[in-house]
């Protein structure tokens, strides 16, 4: 069956980067797209980023260009977010996703990401 | 950017009645759009995608309909378990976007 693995919840100090992975199984790993998806405690669901697991090539959330980098190890069926320059507002629960034409129907179980001094 | 407007921010609604959650959007999505459901703690589920086709697995309870700029979840009868965040999303043009979502609450 499909899984998406996230690594585990870090805490960070501010600006400082942090790199999440999400390692898929059950399923040919260049078949899908994957995006991130992050959640702050209590609010809603923002879009952060895409990577084409193929190519490797990615589209960024406006908000977090410059800040977000995707990538992506085939051999190692794993994609990674990284966010630099950390602050206390980008602590979050955040969450990969596989997508089909922008569908995202399999999540990952979030990685909860502590921002604070 | 398209903006996702979804209503109410809050539902209250009793075990076995109807519950109707609204999604607009600012500019048409034909049929591009998608309804997730979120329990506590727990990853957002895909319930429903093409504004009415239910992904495997998910009740006949949960309808999805409308197109162009305004649509509609629709839970026929609540059970305990449909007790959650619900968030609309539109996949039809960059960057994908998400509604502030709807929590059904019980009454």
Not at chain 1, 36 to 58: F, K
Not at chain 1, 95 to 112: I, V
Not at chain 2, 32 to 47: D, I, K, N, V
Not at chain 2, 92 to 98: A, L, N
Request: proline residues 4%.
């Amino acid at each position: 069956q499909v899984q998406l693995v996230q690594s585990g919840a870090e805490v960070k100090k501010p600006g400082a980067s942090v790199t999440v992975s999400c390692k898929a199984s059950g399923y040919s790993f260049t078949s899908y797209n994957m995006h991130w998806v992050r959640q702050a405690p209590g609010q809603g669901l923002e879009w952060m980023g895409w990577i084409n697991t193929v190519s490797g090539d990615t589209k960024y959330s406006q908000k977090f260009q410059g800040r977000v980098t995707v990538t992506r190890d085939k051999s190692a069926r794993t994609v990674y977010m990284e966010l630099s320059s950390l602050r206390s507002e980008d602590t979050a629960v955040y969450y990969c996703a596989r997508a089909a034409a922008s569908l995202l129907a399999y999540w990952g179980q979030g990685t909860l990401v502590t921002v604070s001094s | 950017e398209i903006v996702m407007t979804q209503s109410p921010a809050t539902l209250s609604v009793s075990p076995g009645e109807r519950a109707t959650l609204s999604c607009r959007a600012s500019q048409s999505l034909s049929n591009s759009l998608a309804w997730y459901q979120q329990r506590p703690g727990q990853a957002p589920r895909l319930l429903i995608y093409g504004a009415s086709t239910r992904t495997t697995g998910i009740p006949a309870r949960f309808s999805g309909s409308g197109s162009g700029t305004e649509f509609t979840l629709t839970i026929s009868s609540l059970q305990s378990e449909d007790f959650a965040i619900y968030y609309c999303h539109q996949y039809k043009d960059w960057p994908p976007v998400f509604g502030q979502g709807t929590k059904l609450e019980i009454k």
